[in-house]
């Protein structure tokens, strides 16, 4: 691949939809104090599919409420600020992006939700913020969706290569596209702002830098393999990514909250993607 | 081989790995999603619960222990292969055993 084939890849990116408005201003809000709950409720509000799917989520037999919700600032009280913000956000990218009725793209969320889960267990289980975990694994993949999406011929050579076992994703991306997921993911995270922790999350979620390893990026990277080897979906072709032993090392985990994270992630994983995958178009 | 002759209806939800279908499993058009006689594994009660599948047949006396031990290859064997890149560090090592460890105790 050429410098100039590279070029086109990445002004391709830069010219993908903006995430809306509402999502932007959640996720900025991510390590902020100075939001209240009245001011993250009217912007889920204002955004009437967030409003009902937050809604739905908060009424789940996922969180077992003892009387119904009714309201949105109900439902941020009862489920927690973060975690509301949390919910609220996944389920807006996963309608934005679109697709989830396509196999493709509904095997592409639902790994991304598996990780997500995980990564919100090993983050609680690591004394870390659990909901900004989650996010992170939610995104960690988006490089992957939008480089098949813009570029489905090259990218269906990618996976052809590592179906094959000839390479694995980022070396198949990297000589077919010449820029690998985590790139792509990087860059769309730096256009929409992310947080800098979120952003290192999806830009290096493969290999953290030193001074990550024990916080998001680490975790998004330990839930990565974790899920992988849970082979929640059986693809045929999967492959667990290398388990950096410093990564590992320093999240200060032990075996016991290893199993404890398989367990709560399998346990939450169907329901999650009920929750999280269904349009509520597909409800009218 | 014997032929099985009891069975219960068990609830997917409630249903274990390590199970064996007493019957096939069809889809409401009529296609066969799994044949009898085969060992269910967590990811195949996933995917009958993402097709709609509510309760199965399984037969009453449990998985034999050579259904066990084949069950058991398979899931060492399904893991390997996933592995396959994973390299041998010690952080893969344990990640791998630990989930082995888990799937293995969903068939005892």
């Known amino acids: 691949m050429t410098a100039r084939d590279v070029t086109f890849v990445v002004n391709n990116l830069r010219d993908l939809p903006a995430l809306p408005s509402v999502v932007l201003d959640l996720i900025s809000a991510f390590g902020r104090d100075d939001v209240d709950v009245t001011t993250l409720a009217d912007k889920i509000s204002m955004d009437q599919g967030m409003a009902a799917k937050i809604l739905r989520i908060a009424n789940s037999s996922f969180y077992g409420l003892p009387a119904k919700v009714k309201t949105v600032r109900q439902a941020v009280l009862v489920l927690g600020f973060d975690t509301a913000r949390a919910l609220a956000v996944a389920s807006k990218v996963i309608d934005h992006f679109g697709g989830a009725h396509q196999a493709r793209v509904a095997e592409f969320w639902r790994h991304s939700i598996a990780t997500a889960v995980c990564a919100r267990s090993l983050a609680r289980h690591a004394g870390l913020d659990h909901d900004a975990a989650f996010i992170a694994g939610l995104l960690h993949d988006i490089g992957r969706l939008v480089l098949a999406v813009g570029f489905p011929v090259e990218y269906a050579r990618v996976l052809d290569e590592c179906a094959a076992d000839e390479a694995t994703l980022g070396e198949a991306e990297l000589r077919i596209l010449g820029v690998d997921h985590e790139r792509a993911g990087q860059m769309l995270a730096e256009a929409w702002k992310f947080p800098a922790v979120i952003r290192r999350a999806i830009g290096n979620h493969h290999a953290p830098a030193g001074a990550d390893l024990a916080d998001i990026p680490g975790v998004v990277h330990a839930a990565n393999a974790v899920v992988q080897a849970l082979d929640l979906d059986g693809a045929t072709h999967a492959a667990v990514p290398p388990l950096l032993d410093a990564a590992w090392d320093s999240l200060g985990l032990t075996d016991s909250h290893l199993l404890a994270a398989c367990r709560e992630t399998e346990g939450q994983f169907e329901e999650a993607c009920r929750l999280l995958m269904r349009s509520e178009d597909h409800e009218r | ?108």
Do not use: K, W
Not at chain 2, 75 to 80: G, P
């Open chain 2, 1 to 108: 081989m014997t032929t099985m002759t009891r069975f219960r209806a068990v609830p997917i939800d409630e249903a274990r790995a390590g199970a064996v279908l007493h019957d096939d499993v069809r889809d409401t058009a009529g296609n066969v999603l799994l044949p009898r006689s085969t060992v269910l594994d967590g990811a195949m009660l996933r995917a009958l619960a993402r097709r709609g599948v509510a309760t199965l047949l399984v037969a009453a006396d449990g998985p034999t222990l050579d259904h066990l031990a084949a069950e058991r290859a398979r899931v060492r064997a399904r893991l390997a292969y996933l592995c396959r890149h994973a390299g041998d560090g010690p952080a893969n090592g344990l990640l791998r055993l630990v989930v082995e460890q888990y799937r293995l105790a969903e068939l005892s």
